[in-house]
């Protein structure tokens, strides 16, 4: 697994879509950094910045995926992987870790460049030790982005349709997220009366489960700077993590090959 | 005989169709084994078996004497190079770049091996130059240098001249011979383009309907094909008799008829046989080449 590691993490330094995405990702926190800096009336905190990028790092992550690993079977050099390979399993899991990795770069060099060009220009009320704490979560949540784009380009096994599911499926968790949020945000009691657009009980914590599951969600508590629940986010990523290579390894094991 | 690849039954499915029905094949060590059939004959199914691209629904198959259901298969798998329908290789990368890739994924201990590589396929001074920028031989020869890369003793190449121009298709098969010869690598052709096949091959295997159909040697097929006329005559053994006087082969087939492997001076003939009251009744000339004796194996018309 080593061999096709180190072939992989090669690539990945020379990919354009990895570049693309790493620079759209840059671009698209500029813009909100200029967007928050001109369109309040008030001063911005800068607790509000950090994170904002992340809003749309599910979208950039499953265009930077679905092209980084469909390409291998677009251009066909996985049957070169194949031939070689010790097991199926070694390819899977060498995928998703570049692929993990590929998006772990990402997060970190947006966050670390929000965070030092956004000293500059918002009011700093960042509290180190929280900061970490959510660093650390939004590690969690790039390497689930990881797992679950790379897991479906290789069960998809084509570049095109990879392309189409994890597009299609990123902004379908973002829709998700933005449902679920707005259902999460709700007060009970609004201006001393009951809030009509509160949902308690099951549904509450159905919607609850569903956020912190989702990738984009757990984005949006961090560009919030409110993390609900941190401790079942990472307890869903611990999951997610283990669970889906297993899931990936157990049917590519018998897909053919074209 | 010592084969490099033997299949044994072999059978693969797809939903609704049988691509491959049982077919058993034999590739000699240090052949060159054309791979022949129609399209959709099954050819491709069975290279991606082989490369382990797919699983066979039933039967099995041993790469150097090892089982496909062996652990060691793997090991078998990494002596073998092959270039499946479309050559395998990166479009965004430079042909060194592409080699450096399979260098890695083979754990290859330097990158020394790949200017030779680069040279033996005529790819040395494509310098910067991205795959996708290649001609359609140019990346042809880039999969066969790519399936090079770790020095395997089989190499199997799938339609391989496909959608070449002449001189590419020479290119190709030029490099073909030269790495069976030199290097003294099996190689495994599947073509549909019989006449190029028949120009390298030194082994064959028809194959129709997931089926094999026929296995031959060229000789084999030299003598099945062989340039010859039928003659029909009212007695063979006066025929006999009479060619033996001139010094002619033949090959009696019946009490009428015979083939002769000679040119032959029809008049000379017929007066001699007329001397021995023996009348000539047909004369036809036979010139079975591999894609009539392919037709006349799987049925289908002479296009």
Redesign the interface.
Known sequence: M???L??DM??LR?S?SFRLSLLGMLVLSILFMIMQATGMDYTVPLSRVIFLPMSMYGVAMAAFISVFVG?DFS?????????????RCNLVVSQIIVSCMGCLIIYIAITVFTAVVGRFFFEDNVNQAVFFRYFILGIGMSLVTGCIFSVITMLCGSKTTAILWCMGLAFGMLFLCLHTNEILVQTAYKNGAPNPRYVSGFRRELCGILHDLNPCGQAAQLSGWEVWHPVRELLFNCILIIGLPAVCCMLFR?K??? | MEYVLQTDNLTKK?RNFQALNGLSMHVPKGAIYGFVGKNGAGKTTLI?LI?????PTSGEFSLYGIKNNSRDI?KS??R???V??????????TAE?NL???Y????LPSYDGIPELLKLVGLENTGKKKAKHFSLGMKQRLGIA??LA?DPDFLVLDEPVNGLDPQGIVEIRELILKLNHERQITVLISSHILDELSRLATHYGIIDHGRMVRELSAQELDAASRKCVCIEVSDTAVLARVLDSMNLEYRIHSETTADIFAKINVTQLTIALAKENCEVLSIQENDESLESFFISLVGGTKQ
Request: net charge positive.
């Open positions: 080593i061999r096709i180190r072939a090669a690539r020379k354009t390409t251009d066909g050099f996985i049957r070169n992987k194949l031939l070689t390979a010790d097991h018998r053919d090959i074209y | 797809y991606r490369c382990g691209l797919q699983e793997v798998r990494r073998m190079g092959a499946v329908e479309t050559p395998a290789i990166y479009l965004d990368m770049e450096k890739q399979q890695l994924i083979l754990g790519v399936s770790g």
